[in-house]
């Protein structure tokens, strides 16, 4: 497909955009973030928050310099609808009491057939509540930290309550902010990707959600000119090099990184929380920086003297 030079969204996708898409139960999450990659006609595109081949719900795939992105999606948390059979009788009682007990830190270990390592981890049951009950199945929500094991968490629940139990059907509904009524469907992307290919932009625009949509939604740090630059050099970032802090925050919790017109420059981890950073005058504040920005953009400011780094702050752009 040959695409315009003024096409909207190939300045979309060269930009960073993300595709919140509404997983069907069947295929696996690398197949749906293939299609959606060939639908765009991109050579790559990546997810956040893989879901099974049975469980449907909201699917984050990050094209272009989104793609760095993809791990500020992780830390939102996670809400989901599931059925679940128990293997036997239980009192009302003693599933309100257990459903209580699995409500807060818990510890997981994930399953055999996990991506990831099988060590012990504590993970946040923010919500868990029974919607309905019809005999032994149960209707669950439940909001939790990202790389929550739902299937486990049932499997422990059956085991606390002393009949068994597992999980029957699982759907993704929410992710921090964003709701399932804002995720775009797989027909919706290929019909707006023909749409696209005959002139009309529009549809796929409405389907690729702007970068800013997501980072905005973590707390940030507004940096000086010269740590602005040294952090796009891939400098760490030391609390002489903050401007403001407009955002509360804990030590631990993932924030933004961003210039003194707003641009993002890094991610990274607090090391402190917000009240702290802002008293200190001295050491380094962030840990993990994920620099975002090319560094070629940005001069080496913090090589410059003083005055020479203020007449080149104050020197008109373009």
């Not at 809400?79 to 510890?107: K, Q």
Request: no cysteine; net charge positive; proline share 8%.
């Amino acid at each position: 497909m040959t695409v315009p030079p003024t096409d909207p969204v190939a300045a979309r996708l060269a930009a960073g955009a993300f595709l919140l898409l509404d997983k069907p139960r069947g295929p696996s999450s690398h197949q749906v973030t293939a299609w959606a990659r060939d639908l765009l006609g991109v050579d790559v595109a990546g997810h956040a928050g893989t879901l099974d081949p049975n469980v449907s719900g909201l699917l984050w795939i990050g094209v272009g310099p989104a793609l760095k992105l993809l791990p500020l999606v992780l830390e939102f948390p996670k809400r989901y609808v599931g059925s679940m059979v128990l293997h036997g009788e239980a009192a009302p009682a003693d599933l309100e009491r257990v459903l209580r007990e699995f409500t807060g830190p818990i510890y997981q270990t994930p399953p055999v057939r996990s991506a990831v390592k099988r060590e012990r981890r504590v993970r946040t049951v923010h919500r868990l509540a029974l919607v309905e009950r019809d005999g032994p199945r149960l209707l669950i929500d439940l909001t939790a930290d990202s790389g929550t094991y739902v299937r486990t968490l049932a499997v422990d629940l059956g085991e606390a309550l002393g009949v068994g139990g597992h999980l029957e059907e699982l759907r993704r509904v929410g992710n921090g902010p964003f709701t399932e009524a804002q995720a775009g469907t797989l027909p919706a992307l290929a019909d707006a990707a023909h749409a696209r290919a005959a002139g009309d932009p529009g549809p796929l625009l409405a389907l690729l959600r702007p970068i800013d949509e997501v980072w905005r939604e973590f707390p940030r740090l507004v940096l000086k000119d010269a740590a602005a630059s040294a952090v796009a050099h891939g400098a760490g970032l030391a609390a002489g090099g903050i401007l403001s802090v407009p955002t509360p925050f804990a030590a631990g919790d993932r924030v933004v990184l961003v210039g003194r017109s707003g641009q993002l420059i890094a991610t990274g981890v607090a090391r402190k929380d917000s009240a702290s950073i802002a008293a200190a005058g001295v050491g380094w504040v962030v840990d993990g920086t994920r620099v975002f920005v090319d560094a070629a953009a940005f001069p080496a400011l913090w090589q410059r003297p003083k005055g020479a780094r203020r007449a080149a702050a104050a020197e008109p752009s373009g």
